[in-house]
């Protein structure tokens, strides 16, 4: 196979695009078409301050490459989850989640941007496997402590917006989910662009919506960066991906077909926006986060934990630089 | 040829692209990135019988919820 653009041999085979690329022509198409979908969706402005939530996997240290390639100024938030490879509580300094978090410095340090790191352990004393209580499956807890720090960091460090690594199968995978379920809510939310609402829920923008999952692979690994391979332990077996293997079957089967559904989707979402005009925004009685109940969705799975140690934030702090103690609120780059 | 695949490995010992190997090891091709000797490749590349094979998993991810970090 040959390089559409050069004739050289090919080493990326792209069939939502119809065409295959070699190395160096991919690794100027990959940012360039980046740069598409940030404009095609009105995403970010030039000078606007960008916090990324970076887990260290592909996508995240991928985008994070990409972002500062096109000049923009993003900085980097990881949280250390506590997750160690059996899926369970880590020791404290081991595991699968201590191991993600040292992909997100090390991105952090080629790249010279500040990382936000805030330890879950140390922030309300528990890890995301002792938050989970049995009470709900182990990924929905993960995505309720990872939204809310994402939200809040952004809202007290003075950022613009929250910048996620969300690509094509992950959109398409939580779509497909939620059409099985009809859950109209979520359907109306879900977009390449959430806008801010109020003044504390935080603007969200998804720059590689429109790359396939295999597209920020080959970038990764053509690229040279590092990534943690492992996927996280809870993940197996987890709905999202058998999803994402049956849409896969298909897009193997019918290249171009998460693509025409998820733009399909967008052309229609007006079609489910009008239950959401009726959600009214109100905040959270402990905390002050965005929350439509008199408690967030953080503070009740989070239960006892210290009020105060939620408002002074003190373990979060750019990478390499003085605690939150010593230093104002939001890095400087 | 040595095909490394998640944690698992096999052992091929005639040549056949890749694609041939993804059919035989039930592998879908839109969910892996496939490198032979260090190098990304195309379903249409041959590999040959001393070539070693790296199936890399490209799908990630847990929750259905959005908004969380990738």
């Avoid at chain 1, 404009?39 to 500062?68: C, R």
């Avoid at chain 1, 997750?83 to 952090?108: C, F, M, V």
């Avoid at chain 2, 032979?36 to 990630?60: H, K």
């Amino acid at each position: 196979m040959r390089c559409k653009r050069c004739r050289e041999r090919a080493v990326a085979e792209l069939p939502q695009h119809r065409m295959a690329l070699c190395k160096p022509c991919y690794l100027e198409w990959f940012p360039a078409y980046t740069a598409k979908t940030i404009k095609k969706f009105g995403m970010l402005a030039p000078d606007e301050k960008i916090l990324l939530a970076v887990s260290g996997g592909k996508d995240s240290v991928a985008l994070w490459q990409v972002l500062a390639d096109l000049g923009y100024q993003a900085d980097g938030l990881v949280i250390d989850l506590g997750i160690g490879y059996n899926g369970k509580a880590a020791l404290e300094g081991y595991g699968y989640s201590t191991d993600s978090t040292d992909y997100a410095r090390r991105t952090a340090e080629r790249l010279k941007r500040p990382l936000w790191v805030i330890d879950l352990r140390r922030f309300v004393g528990k890890t995301v496997p002792e938050l989970q209580r049995g009470q709900r499956p182990v990924c929905s807890a993960c995505g309720v402590v990872k939204r809310y720090l994402m939200n809040r960091v952004a809202f007290e460090g003075g950022y613009d917006c929250i910048a996620t690594g969300h690509n094509l199968d992950d959109e398409v995978a939580a779509l497909f989910g939620n059409v099985l379920t009809w859950d109209v809510g979520f359907l109306a939310r879900k977009a390449p662009v959430s806008e801010q609402r109020g003044d504390r829920l935080m603007k969200k923008v998804k720059p590689f919506c429109y790359f396939t999952e295999r597209e920020t692979a080959m970038y990764t690994i053509l690229n040279g960066i590092p990534y943690i391979h492992d996927e996280c332990p809870n993940s197996v077996g987890a709905t999202t991906i058998s999803y994402k293997e049956l849409i896969n079957q298909l897009e193997s089967q019918a290249g171009g077909s998460k693509r025409r559904f998820y733009d399909g989707f967008l052309r229609r979402r007006p079609l489910f926006q009008i239950e959401e005009a009726e959600l009214q925004m109100a905040y959270c009685e402990r905390c002050g986060m965005p929350s439509p109940l008199e408690l967030c969705g953080f503070c009740r799975m989070v239960g006892d934990a210290p009020i105060t140690e939620y408002g002074a934030l003190e373990e979060v702090r750019p990478h390499g630089a003085p605690t939150a103690r010593d230093t104002a609120p939001s890095p400087s780059p | 040829m040595k095909v490394k695949y998640g944690r698992s490995e096999h052992e091929f010992d005639t040549e056949m692209t890749v694609r041939r190997l993804l059919e035989k090891l039930g592998v879908v091709p839109e969910g892996v990135v496939v490198a032979v000797n260090g190098e990304l490749v195309t379903a249409d590349t041959t590999i040959r019988v001393d070539d070693e094979v790296d199936i890399i998993r490209a799908v990630s991810g847990g929750s259905r919820n959005d908004g969380a970090a990738r």
